[in-house]
C-alpha cells in the first residue's frame, strides 16, 4: 500500500484551480446575514458546494443560494462538461435556509464525476447565477481499486473559531491535499453551545483572533441560531475548497445542540432561556438536516434520521451511529438492567441486522463516542459508555456487551471503531484476555480530533472490555489552543490487491503519529 495521496490527473487539477478561482470571484455575503430576498440580480452560491453519501452509484450534491432560486446540477465525466447530464433539483427558499440538495443516481462506479450547480431565478430561468464547480470519486464496484478515506472530528470548539492570521482552519486544507475518497466527520461539527469572542489571550500573552458573527456571540437557541452556527464553518476557504472536493459522511454528537445533552433533560444553565433540551435538540436537527447533504436525513429534519450504513464498494461499508438521540439520562452508569442503553433498543437492533447482511470485506463502525475511556459528566454522572468500574457490563456497558457478543457468535469478521469527540489521538486495543467481560473477539479503536479546537489530556481506561492504550498523544493540560498543539485526523487505506486495512493517525503539519496494519477475514485482530 502507499503511503503517497493519489497524484491527481491534469483534468482534475484544471478544474480545481477553476473552483478556487470561481469561489474567490464569489463574495461571501456580510458575516451573519440573512440572504437578500430583492428580485434584482441573480442567485449567488457563494457559501460554495459539497457532496454527501456517495455509493458506486449514488450521492448528494448540495448548495446555499443568497436568495430563492431553482437549484440545477449537471454532471460529466470531464471538466469540459461535454455530453452533461442534468439533475433537476428543487426550489430552494427560506423553509431550509435558501439550502437544497439534488440526489445523484445512476452515476458510473469507481470514477471521477465532474459537476456544477447552477442556481437560476424561479421566476425567470434565463437569469442564472455563475456556477460553482465541485468534483467527486463514486465508490468502486471492484475490489482491487481499494479504498483511502480520512476521520477527524470537534469543530470550532472552545471558543477557537477561524483565525486569519493562521490561515483558518488549515488541517482542512491538508487533508484536501491528501485527495481522499471520502471524509467521515465523526461529529462535533459545530459548537453551538460555544461562543466565539473577537479574540483570546494565550497563556504566553499571544492573541487569538476570530472571524466572529452575531449567531456565534451566544449559546443557540433559536433555529436561526442553529443555523447561524453550522454556517459559520463555511466562512472558511479552506471548508469549501474542501467541500468541493472531498465528499463527507457525517454525524452528530453533543455540541450540535449542547455539551453532554441527553433526551428528556431540563437545563439548570442561565445562559438558556429555553430549558427543554428537546426543543434545542428538535431545532439543532433541522439545521443539521439542511445543512449537511444526509441520505437518511432529508432537508427540515422532520422525519429521518442519522444512523445509517453507507456502503463503498466490495471493500467497505460504514455504519454510522447516532449515540446522543436515544440513550437515557447520564448516570453514575451502575445500572443491572439497561436495554435502552446509548443507542437505544431499536437502532443495536438495526446494527446488529445490517452487521450481519454486510459482505463488505470491512466494516468500520462510525461511533461518535468512543467506549471504553471514561468521560465524566460531572462529579458523578458518565457521559459515554465506559463508567470507570472494571468488573462486569453495568449500565450502558450491557448494550456494548451484547453487540460485541453478536459480533462474536455470528463471526462477523473486519469490524473496528473509529471515533473522535476527547480532544486527542490515540490507539486502544480491546481483548478478552484483558477484560471483565470475556465473550467477545478482539478489535480496534482509533480515536482521532479534534479538527478546529481545543486540545485535551487522555482519559482513563475502563478495564471491562480490557482495552490496551497502544498508543496516544494528547497535551498536558486542557483547551490547548490550535496555535499551540497541532490538530489530529486519521486515515484508513484499504489495498485492493491484498484486502490489508492501513490506520494512520496524523498530526497537522503533515505527521504520521502511529500505523496500524489489520489482515482481512478476521472476526478479530
Known sequence: MSHNPRISSPDRRSLLRGTVAASAALALPALGAAPALALSGRPRAAWGVQTGDVTASSGLVWVRSDRPARMIVETSATDSFRRAHRHHGPLIGSGTDFTGTTSLRGLPAGEQVHYRVTLADPYDPRRTGEPVYGTFRTAPAKRREGVRFLWSGDIAGQGWGINPDIGGYRAYEEMRRLDPDFFLCSGDTVYADGVIQPTVTLPDGRIWRNITTEEKSRVAQTLADFRGNFRYNLLDENVRRFNAQVPTVVQWDDHEVRNNWYPGQILDDPRYTEKNVDLLAERSMRAFSEYFPISTLPAGGREGRVHRVVRYGPLLDVFVLDMRSYRNANSPGRQAD???????????????????????VWKVIASDMPLGLVVPDGAANFEAVAQGDPGAPLGRELQIAELLRFIKHRRITGTLWLTADVHYTSAQHYAPERAA?????????????????????????????????VFVRAPQRANVSPMESPQYFGEVDIDGGSGELTVRLRAEGGTVLFSKVLQPGRVGQ
Open 338 to 360: 439497561d436495554t435502552q442503553g446509548i443507542l437505544g433498543a431499536e437502532q443495536l437492533a438495526w446494527l446488529k441486522r445490517e452487521l450481519s447482511r454486510s459482505r463488505a
Open 437 to 469: 467481560f470475556k465473550d467477545f473477539a478482539p478489535f480496534w479503536e482509533f480515536v482521532s480530533g479534534p479538527l478546529a479546537a481545543g486540545g485535551f489530556p487522555a482519559n482513563a481506561l475502563d478495564a471491562t472490555f480490557g482495552p490496551d492504550r
